[in-house]
């Protein structure tokens, strides 16, 4: 399989994370692929131009985290429950650290324009969102695919929006997230500094 991916995307590093704690990421080819540069590779194998993009044995492509996270991580339900309670417990964890992933990035490509061109109000409400998700955050036990989500995506606050000090709002949520940052998973796909 061949994976398209940035080493400054959070989505991509949930998705290579994740490979690494399944034991699978031997199987992947890594593809480095900047979005912006709209590579011809990338294109043709996903019209939407964004990465992760992940093309199969068979050559078929599956894009967008979430749904190369659910293709990796199917049958192991410490990860990712099939059914049940635990399944919706690990999706909205996900879905939150994703939302905070998206509110970063959202952030951050804002802050690039021209200060001219900046919106204000966008930026404050992207901002007051990340605090608000990191003050509500609770992982679970394990470390599933919430806890994966969750900890890129608060290592992508640390890499793009340092200024927000998001340990402040969260303490325990920060005492967690030291622990996972030296899961070698976590650390061997960190962010170029």
């Known amino acids: 399989?061949?994976?398209?991916?940035?080493?400054t995307s959070p989505y991509a590093r949930k998705v290579r994370v994740l490979a690494i704690e399944l034991g699978v990421d031997k199987t992947l080819e890594l593809i480095e692929a900047s979005p912006l540069s709209n590579p011809p590779a990338l294109l043709a194998a996903n019209p939407l131009g964004k990465i992760p993009a992940l093309v199969r044995d068979d050559g078929s492509v599956l894009f967008d985290s979430p749904v190369i996270c659910e293709y990796l991580a199917a049958g192991n339900e410490a990860i990712l429950p099939s059914a049940g309670e635990a399944r919706w417990q690990v999706?909205?964890?996900q879905a939150l650290a994703?939302?905070?992933?998206d509110a970063a990035f959202s952030r951050t490509m804002e802050l690039r324009r021209p200060e001219a061109e900046r919106s204000?109000?966008?930026?404050?409400?992207?901002?007051?969102?990340?605090v608000r998700i990191v003050a509500t955050a609770q992982p679970g036990e394990g470390f599933g695919l919430g806890e994966i989500a969750?900890?890129?995506?608060?290592?992508?606050?640390?890499?793009?929006?340092?200024?927000?000090?998001?340990?402040?709002?969260?303490?325990?949520?920060a005492d967690w997230y030291a622990a996972q940052e030296k899961r070698p998973s976590v650390a061997t796909t960190a962010p170029p500094v």
């Open 1 to 7: 399989m061949q994976l398209f991916y940035s080493a």
């Open 91 to 93: 999706l909205r964890l």
């Open 98 to 101: 994703d939302g905070l992933m």
């Open 120 to 130: 204000p109000s966008w930026i404050a409400r992207w901002s007051e969102g990340m």
């Open 150 to 173: 969750l900890t890129v995506a608060l290592g992508y606050l640390d890499f793009r929006c340092g200024d927000l000090n998001w340990r402040d709002h969260a303490p325990a949520l």
